[in-house]
């Protein structure tokens, strides 16, 4: 079965860095495209980041480009994204999300069919 957990967040002042992991049990990490997600209070959800496993190219929304970084560990079976320079704008319960079919496109991951149960994410002074 496979499943995804995200661990991680927290409260964060404007100008820290948070990672985020999202850990994968019943598929290995190198096999499938992962993408990050989030969604704040009263917003649509919006693609984040994500991770092709066909070439391992990386995919970023422009707000977060360059200061956030999506990676895998193999070892732990694990994605992470590493968020620095954060903005009181990335409030949001992020989620991490993978399917059979996904596949990145240069906005989100597409055709997720798992998702983990989200991360609190607060950037406050």
């Known amino acids: 079965q496979v499943q995804l957990v995200e661990s991680g967040g927290g409260l964060v002042q404007p100008g820290g860095s948070l990672r985020l992991s999202c850990a994968a049990s019943g598929f290995g990490v190198e096999s499938y495209t992962i993408g990050w997600f989030r969604q704040a209070p009263g917003k649509e959800r919006e693609g984040v980041s994500c991770?092709?496993?066909?070439?391992?190219?990386?995919y970023y929304a422009a707000s977060v480009k360059g200061r956030f970084a999506i990676s895998r560990d193999y070892a732990n079976n694990t994605v992470y994204l590493q968020m620095n320079s954060l903005k009181p704008e990335d409030t949001a319960v992020y989620y991490c999300a993978t399917g059979l079919w996904s596949y990145c496109t240069s906005t989100a991951l597409q055709v997720p069919d798992t998702w983990g149960q989200g991360t609190q994410v607060t950037v406050s002074s």
């Open positions: 991770l092709s496993s066909a070439d391992g190219s990386a």
